[in-house]
């Protein structure tokens, strides 16, 4: 058999004085829109300030100024003074940057002292060098053979050469002796070892030490004096035919 149903309890009723839901026209009841107009809203109490309103009090006119003011503001202003004629710009410059002071020369120093001319280097056989030597300057052509000599000098020794100066330049061994000087002693070695070497009559000197100028002469007196290592550089002229 089906389960006998459940009993709905019913609702509650609402009490005295519940107004119940308003009409759906938002009116009172038994009142329309179409019936009769709205009522009237409530006047507004007038109240005790209203009576103590005082209207703003009217605005004065300002006062007009006499005539005689009046044409003086409207009368033209006198003419301002003409301006200065401009000043040209060289005046400007000249004005700008007045002339410097004159200087005033001094003394000065003392002008330095020439110095005394060196003497002159004596060449050989007693002549000037400057006089007659001359930078080496072999003719184009001329294929000759560049030698050296290396050997010791006593001091006090003579070397045995006797020197001139030569047709390309330099100096020119006029002579050479063979018995008791310096280049005695490195020609006795070469012809024991390189023939070549030997110092020869026509051999151009070149170079003694690190000079090869006019003062070779010179520097082979003062090894001769003092004594040490002479190196020469030596160049002969090709046999000829």
């Given at each position: ?183 005695t002693r490195w ?17 151009y000197l070149l ?26 550089v030596l160049w ?6």
């Amino acid at each position: 058999p089906a389960p006998a149903p459940v009993p709905v309890p019913a609702p509650a009723p609402p009490p005295a004085d519940f107004p119940g839901p308003p009409p759906a026209s938002g009116y009172p009841a038994g009142v329309s829109p179409f019936s009769a107009a709205p009522p009237a809203p409530a006047p507004v109490p007038v109240t005790a300030h209203a009576g103590a309103y005082q209207p703003p009090a009217p605005v004065a006119a300002p006062a007009q100024a006499p005539a005689q003011t009046l044409a003086q503001a409207q009368a033209p202003s006198a003419a301002p003074p003409p301006l200065p004629a401009p000043v040209p710009a060289t005046a400007l410059a000249h004005a700008a940057c007045p002339p410097p002071p004159p200087q005033v020369q001094g003394p000065g120093p003392p002008p330095a002292p020439t110095p005394a001319p060196a003497p002159p280097v004596q060449g050989p056989a007693g002549h000037q060098s400057s006089s007659g030597f001359k930078p080496f300057n072999p003719p184009q052509g001329i294929a000759g053979r560049y030698y050296h000599a290396d050997f010791e000098v006593y001091a006090g020794e003579k070397m045995g050469l006797q020197l001139g100066y030569g047709e390309y330049g330099a100096l020119v061994v006029k002579e050479v002796k063979e018995h008791g000087v310096a280049a005695t002693r490195w020609n006795s070695r070469c012809s024991a070892t390189y023939p070549e070497d030997r110092i020869r009559v026509a051999d151009y000197l070149l170079t003694v030490g690190k000079t090869d100028n006019a003062s070779m002469y010179a520097e082979l007196k003062k090894l001769c004096e003092t004594g040490g290592d002479m190196f020469l550089v030596l160049w002969r002229p090709p046999t000829p035919p």
